[in-house]
T-cell receptor, first 112, second 112 residues
Framework: EPEVTQTPSHQVTQMGQEVILRCVPISNHLYFYWYRQILGQKVEFLVSFYNNEISEKSEIFDDQFSVERPDGSNFTLKIRSTKLEDSAMYFC??????????FGSGTQLSVL | GENVEQHPSTLSVQEGDSAVIKCTYSDSASNYFPWYKQELGKGPQLIIDIRSNVGEKKDQRIAVTLNKTAKHFSLHITETQPEDSAVYFCAASTTGRRALTFGSGTRLQVQP
């Protein structure tokens, strides 16, 4: 069964460093998302991406965040200068033209 | 924006019993309501969804009901099994704003 793949599964970084989280969405999907989940809290929407541009973003997704689809398969989330409060599980998700959203297994980001 | 409230936060049942998780939403324009199951260390997995033009949907041991007037929807799991133990999230979205707003999650523990 097709699935959303995320790498790495765990990322440890120092405060102020840049990190790039990588995702390979399901191959025929058109809409791509990043969500995050701080430990023990609800899953929060960050950004959606369609047709090579951001279609929607939340207030969490400030200037420190950016997304890119550098080729036909990868979808990345970059955090330019990480803060302690960026520590969370980051989930990539994708869907086709329908409504069903499929999530990857996540990248656990720890900012020290 | 949309706000989704979910209850209870934890639920413990005996194997074979039924489990019910309830959610309310605030935005009357919301028209798509998925439920996700999240196992430890994994991403949310879609288990069932319902659209606002349907009042109830069933898939084997799980069912979802929707009351548009009251703006609440519920997940029902019958004949629970230990492998049903996980965190369950409800979510809501509207056509045109497909980003999901999640509830805070319910940790279901099925005691053998």
């Amino acid at each position: 069964e097709p699935e959303v793949t995320q790498t790495p599964s765990h990322q440890v970084t120092q405060m102020g460093q840049e990190v790039i989280l990588r995702c390979v969405p399901i191959s025929n999907h058109l809409y791509f998302y990043w969500y995050r989940q701080i430990l023990g809290q609800k899953v929060e929407f960050l950004v959606s991406f369609y047709n090579n541009e951001i279609s929607e973003k939340s207030e969490i997704f400030d200037d420190q965040f950016s997304v890119e689809r550098p080729d036909g398969s990868n979808f990345t989330l970059k955090i330019r200068s990480t803060k302690l409060e960026d520590s969370a599980m980051y989930f990539c998700a994708s869907r086709d033209d329908g409504e069903k959203l499929f999530f990857g297994s996540g990248t656990q980001l720890s900012v020290l | 924006g949309e706000n989704v409230e979910q209850h209870p936060s934890t639920l413990s049942v005996q194997e074979g019993d039924s489990a019910v998780i309830k959610c309310t939403y605030s935005d009357s324009a919301s028209n798509y309501f998925p439920w996700y199951k999240q196992e430890l260390g994994k991403g949310p997995q879609l288990i069932i969804d319902i659209r606002s033009n349907v009042g109830e949907k069933k898939d084997q041991r799980i069912a979802v009901t929707l009351n548009k007037t009251a703006k609440h929807f519920s997940l029902h799991i019958t004949e629970t099994q230990p492998e049903d133990s996980a965190v369950y999230f409800c979510a809501a979205s509207t056509t045109g704003r497909r980003a999901l707003t999640f509830g805070s999650g319910t940790r279901l523990q099925v005691q053998p």
